[in-house]
T-cell receptor, first 110, second 113 residues
Framework: RKEVEQDPGPFNVPEGATVAFNCTYS??????FFWYRQDCRKEPKLLMS???SGNEDGRFTAQLNRASQYISLLIRDSKLSDSATYLC???????????FGAGTRLAVHP | SQTIHQWPATLVQPVGSPLSLECTVE??????LYWYRQAAGRGLQLLFY??????ISSEVPQNLSASRPQDRQFILSSKKLLLSDSGFYLC????????????FGSGTRLTVV
C-alpha cells in the first residue's frame, strides 16, 4: 500500500456544485495533514492544515477520519477558479518530511 | 514570513551535461529545506532534505546530489544528466515556526535532451 493515495480524477463539476476528494494514508501515527493546491505548471501552495478532527476556511472544509485513515477536502459552491490539482501531504519519517499524494484534478465548468 | 527563491525557471540541458539549481530562503533562519522532483503528471518525490549547514540526507538513490553551503542556500547538482532527470524541481521549506506546512519556490522545469 502506498503511504499516501488519491483518486487522480478528473472530477468535472459545474459551477456552484459541492465536490469532495479523499486521501488515504498508511501511517496510523500521523498527527498532521495538509492539502495543497497546484495550478498547471506552478508550484503547490498550502491550502489547509488539519491537526485534529477538521478545519474550515470559507468554502473549504478538511476533515480527518483517523479510524479509516483518510482525510477529505470538501469544496462548496465551486468556482471556475477552483480548477486545479489538489495534493494531500502527510508527515513521514521525522524532520518534518512530507509525503505527497499524486493529486486529484478538479475541473469546474460553466 | 518565509519566501523561497529558485532559479532558473526553465532549463534545457543535453544528456551528460552538469547541473546546478539554486534555492535561497528569506525571512527565516535555520530552516529545514527539501528538494522534490515532480515528473510529468505525477506526484512529488522527495529527493533530499537538510536540517542545517552541511547536513544532507538523501531519500532515493539517483544521479543527483545536494549541498547546503550556507544556512539559507540549498543547491541541487549533477555531474552528468540523464534523460530520466527531466522534471519539475521544487525547493520547499517550513512555512513558519511550529508548522509542518511547506512553502515552495516557484520551481525549475528541467528538460534533458
Amino acid at each position: 500500500r502506498k503511504e499516501v493515495e488519491q483518486d487522480p480524477g478528473p472530477f468535472n463539476v459545474p459551477e456552484g456544485a459541492t465536490v469532495a476528494f479523499n486521501c488515504t494514508y498508511s501511517n496510523s501515527a500521523s498527527q498532521s495533514f495538509f492539502w495543497y493546491r497546484q495550478d498547471c505548471r506552478k508550484e503547490p501552495k498550502l491550502l489547509m492544515s488539519v491537526y485534529s478532527s477538521g478545519n474550515e476556511d470559507g468554502r473549504f472544509t478538511a476533515q480527518l477520519n483517523r479510524a479509516s485513515q483518510y482525510i477529505s477536502l470538501l469544496i462548496r459552491d465551486s468556482k471556475l477558479s477552483d480548477s486545479a490539482t489538489y495534493l494531500c501531504a502527510v508527515p513521514s519519517g521525522g524532520y518534518n518530511k512530507l509525503i505527497f499524494g499524486a493529486g486529484t484534478r478538479l475541473a469546474v465548468h460553466p | 514570513s518565509q519566501t523561497i527563491h529558485q532559479w532558473p525557471a526553465t532549463l534545457v540541458q543535453p544528456v551528460g551535461s552538469p547541473l546546478s539549481l539554486e534555492c535561497t530562503v528569506e525571512g527565516t533562519s535555520n530552516p529545514n529545506l527539501y528538494w522534490y522532483r515532480q515528473a510529468a503528471g505525477r506526484g512529488l518525490q522527495l529527493l533530499f532534505y537538510s536540517v542545517g549547514i552541511g547536513q544532507i540526507s538523501s531519500e532515493v538513490p539517483q544521479n543527483l546530489s545536494a549541498s547546503r553551503p550556507q544556512d539559507r542556500q540549498f543547491i541541487l547538482s549533477s555531474k552528468k544528466l540523464l534523460l530520466s532527470d527531466s522534471g519539475f524541481y521544487l525547493c520547499g521549506g517550513m512555512k513558519d515556526s511550529g508548522s509542518y506546512g511547506y512553502t515552495f519556490g516557484s520551481g525549475t522545469r528541467l528538460t534533458v535532451v
